[in-house]
Antibody, heavy 116, light 109 residues
Framework: EVQLVESGGGLVQPGGSLRLSCAASGFTVSSYWMHWVRQAPGKGLVWVSCIKSDGRSTDYADSVKGRFTISRDNAKNTLYLQMNSLTTEDAAVYYC?????????WGQGITVTVSS | QSALTQPPSASGSPGQSVTLSCSGTSSDVGGYNFVSWYQQHPGKVPKLLIYDVNKRPSGVPDRFSGSKSGNTASLTVSGLQVEDEADYYCCSYAGSYSVFGTGTRVTVL
């Protein structure tokens, strides 16, 4: 079964860091563009970042550029999102998704809360 | 990286058709045939409905169809059903990033 499972969310103070993980099963992350999408409470979907199948090319939303880093571990078949200098604006449910002709596979989402 | 513009709400009676718009620019919607649409029920994970402007993943009913003209993409839901009541988001590739629309809440009257 094709599946994505996020982990690593939680409560962090403003200015802090967090690393999200997304374990894939049923397919190989290195064969696809992989994305992170977030959704603040009561708000819409916002694209955050992607890593292309070559593993070297990455893109970021302007709102996270320079603070977030997307990466993957092919051996673990896992996607990551390193988030630094977090602000209250970053509080959201974070989804990892597979880009396979649209975003066709989604994880269940992981909550990131930024509060002092 | 401005969000694509979608009307906040739309509605229709069961059996009717509703068309949702998604307005962008020549740098996103108008520049690429990589527009996708997602359905999200409250508290649930988004679901892909349409990709590459007008292609349907397997399992998505043919009541859902997509199109594009210039910088505006559209999703049409024909034969509206009660379970179609949800939030709908468009998304477009824009070269060095992707961007979602603001979302449309569809109400089935």
């Amino acid at each position: 079964e094709v599946q994505l499972v996020e982990s690593g969310g939680g409560l962090v103070q403003p200015g802090g860091s967090l690393r999200l993980s997304c374990a894939a099963s049923g397919f190989t992350v290195s064969s696809y563009w992989m994305h992170w999408v977030r959704q603040a409470p009561g708000k819409g979907l916002v694209w955050v970042s992607c890593i292309k199948s070559d593993g070297r090319s990455t893109d970021y939303a302007d709102s996270v550029k320079g603070r977030f880093t997307i990466s993957r571990d092919n051996a673990k078949n896992t996607l990551y999102l390193q988030m630094n200098s977090l602000t209250t604006e970053d509080a959201a449910v974070y989804y990892c998704t597979r880009g396979g002709g649209g975003l066709d596979v989604w994880g269940q989402g992981i909550t990131v809360t930024v509060s002092s | 990286q401005s969000a694509l513009t979608q009307p906040p709400s739309a509605s229709g009676s069961p059996g009717q058709s509703v068309t949702l718009s998604c307005s962008g620019t020549s740098s996103d919607v108008g520049g690429y045939n990589f527009v996708s649409w997602y359905q999200q029920h409250p508290g649930k994970v988004p679901k892909l409905l349409i990709y590459d402007v007008n292609k349907r993943p397997s399992g998505v009913p043919d009541r859902f169809s997509g199109s594009k003209s210039g910088n505006t993409a559209s999703l049409t839901v024909s034969g509206l059903q009660v379970e179609d009541e949800a939030d709908y988001y468009c998304c477009s590739y824009a070269g060095s990033y992707s961007v979602f629309g603001t979302g449309t809440r569809v109400t089935v009257l």
